[in-house]
């Protein structure tokens, strides 16, 4: 069964710091990786979406990168903001249905 | 542009009682999923439908049923529920395998 863990669990930086949040996987052979965020009480906003054939994804201040080989992945927030405060989790799809989460990185930007 | 909507939003039950979760897609997506997110234990898949006339069982489908309705709409139902399927439900679909997903706003259950 594929595991999916992120690394920290919570994190809380100043406003304009640039971050990395981590993901590591298990089961190497994934069809796709995703990012998502959450806000308290509300749904899944996907960020990013790497297929299994790609490095790394961007999208305005962030980075989203793959090693399949390692199983991990990072997503890299420049230049964070109060905005950016949110719930940040991985997924992993090895079948390119179901995705399994990791529990989050709970993110605090504060002013 | 509603993308996957959710009803209701909020639902209280008593243990026994059963009901059914409504979720409504318009992006004319080919896939659609149920996950249940309970604190501690992240997002767990209950049921997928990978295309319309086909259910799969994820990883947690007991005490839980679902119906295809059409390429539209996927249905969860709960025909007896017990306070273990208090949770947020969500629903997400998405157009191809190895596509992104895009969730609904979830559905809040209590059982008591």
């Known amino acids: 069964k594929q595991e999916v863990t992120q690394i920290p669990a919570a994190l809380s930086v100043p406003e304009g710091e640039n971050l990395v949040l981590n993901c590591s996987f298990t089961?190497?052979?994934?069809?796709?990786l995703q990012w998502f965020r959450q806000d308290p009480g509300k749904g899944l906003t996907s960020l990013l979406l790497?297929?299994?054939?790609?490095r790394e994804q961007t999208s305005g201040r962030l980075n989203a990168s793959l090693d399949k080989s390692s199983g991990r992945s990072t997503l890299y927030i420049a230049a964070s903001q109060p905005g950016d405060s949110a719930t940040y989790l991985c997924a992993v799809s090895n079948s390119g249905y179901a995705l399994n989460f990791g529990k989050g990185t709970s993110l605090l930007v504060t002013p | 542009n509603a993308g996957v909507t959710q009803t209701p939003k909020f639902q209280v039950l008593k243990t026994g009682q059963s009901m059914t979760l409504q979720c409504a897609q318009d992006m004319n997506h080919n896939s659609m999923y149920w996950y249940r997110q309970d604190p501690g234990m992240g997002l767990r898949l209950i049921y997928y439908?990978?295309?319309?006339?086909?259910?799969d069982k994820g990883e947690v489908p007991n005490g839980y049923n679902v119906s295809r309705l059409n390429k539209r709409e996927f249905s969860l139902r709960l025909e007896s529920a017990a306070p273990s399927q208090t949770s947020v439900y969500f629903c997400?679909?998405?157009?191809?395998?190895?596509?992104?997903?895009?969730f609904g706003s979830g559905t809040r259950l209590t059982v008591v």
């Open positions: 089961d190497s052979a994934i069809y796709n």
């Open positions: 439908s990978a295309s319309e006339g086909t259910t």
């Open positions: 790497i297929q299994s054939s790609q």
């Open positions: 997400a679909s998405s157009r191809d395998p190895g596509d992104g997903y895009t």
